[in-house]
């Protein structure tokens, strides 16, 4: 597994059908594409972390976890205040699509991490839409985002093996095709369930 130089993503853009690789709209191809990586933007809209009356989420419970979260919605150039210990839910302004032979890795652009915002996720072979960003103040004061920033970066890396196509199936089905910010899809994964039927006695509701 190697990570792809501007070179080689570029060449991945010019493919056709499957093979290609899709980020949508580059709106600064200079400054965006970088040695070994491609500068994401801050997208539109926003689910805020809400304290609530009832204030566990717990996966036994039946209700839904997008409860949890409040909407919101910026225009572009609009400012958005990020504020300490808060956890945010964004997307990327970019439509991204993975051909089945790439990996991505999602991090923050080192000086937003500086500032206390710390960000690192995976992006699945074959994934379409747009990326959520779990977004997370560490530091002691609010920070202004701003909706076009560019805030993340992606790097890509070839993926070799025989079962990529099962492993896109099975892997990326909860978190595809969405353009919006993305609340969790835990309560989907069967391990409660799996616990309950065999420590029914022993798990506490």
Same mark, same amino acid.
């Given at each position: 597994?190697?990570?792809?130089?501007?070179?080689?993503?570029?060449?991945?853009?010019?493919?056709?059908?499957?093979?290609?690789?899709?980020?949508?709209?580059?709106?600064?191809?200079?400054?965006? &594409?970088?040695? =070994?990586?491609?500068?994401?933007? /801050?997208?539109?809209?926003?689910?805020?972390? %809400?304290? #609530? !009356?009832?204030?566990?989420?717990?996966?036994?419970?039946?209700?839904?976890?997008?409860?949890?979260?409040?909407?919101?919605?910026?225009?572009?150039?609009?400012?958005?205040?990020?504020?300490?210990?808060?956890?945010? &839910?964004?997307? =990327?302004?970019?439509?991204?699509? /993975?051909?089945?032979?790439?990996?991505?890795? %999602?991090? #923050? !652009?080192?000086?937003?991490?500086?500032?206390?915002?710390?960000?690192?996720?995976?992006?699945?072979?074959?994934?379409?839409?747009?990326?959520?960003?779990?977004?997370?103040?560490?530091?002691?004061?609010?920070?202004? &985002?701003?909706?076009?920033?560019?805030?993340?970066? /992606?790097?890509?890396?070839?993926?070799?093996?025989?079962?990529?196509?099962?492993?896109?199936?099975?892997?990326?089905?909860?978190?595809?095709?969405?353009?919006?910010?993305?609340?969790?899809?835990?309560?989907?994964?069967?391990?409660?369930?799996?616990?309950?039927?065999?420590?029914?006695?022993?798990?506490?509701?």
């Amino acid at each position: 597994m190697g990570i792809l130089t501007s070179d080689k993503i570029k060449e991945y853009f010019l493919k056709s059908s499957d093979d290609k690789l899709i980020v949508t709209p580059i709106l600064d191809p200079d400054t965006q &594409l970088g040695l =070994t990586t491609i500068d994401l933007r /801050l997208g539109p809209k926003f689910k805020v972390d %809400l304290r #609530t !009356r009832e204030p566990v989420i717990d996966l036994n419970d039946e209700r839904p976890i997008e409860t949890f979260f409040d909407h919101t919605y910026r225009n572009f150039g609009e400012r958005f205040l990020l504020y300490p210990n808060q956890l945010v &839910l964004a997307s =990327t302004f970019e439509y991204v699509k /993975l051909p089945k032979d790439l990996f991505g890795l %999602l991090i #923050t !652009r080192s000086s937003w991490n500086r500032l206390g915002i710390n960000l690192t996720s995976i992006v699945q072979p074959g994934y379409a839409g747009v990326l959520t960003l779990e977004l997370m103040n560490k530091s002691s004061n609010p920070i202004a &985002l701003y909706v076009g920033l560019r805030l993340v970066q /992606l790097c890509l890396f070839t993926v070799e093996g025989t079962n990529s196509d099962q492993y896109i199936t099975q892997s990326i089905s909860k978190y595809v095709a969405h353009s919006e910010p993305k609340t969790s899809n835990i309560s989907e994964d069967k391990d409660i369930e799996i616990l309950n039927n065999k420590f029914r006695n022993t798990i506490r509701h």
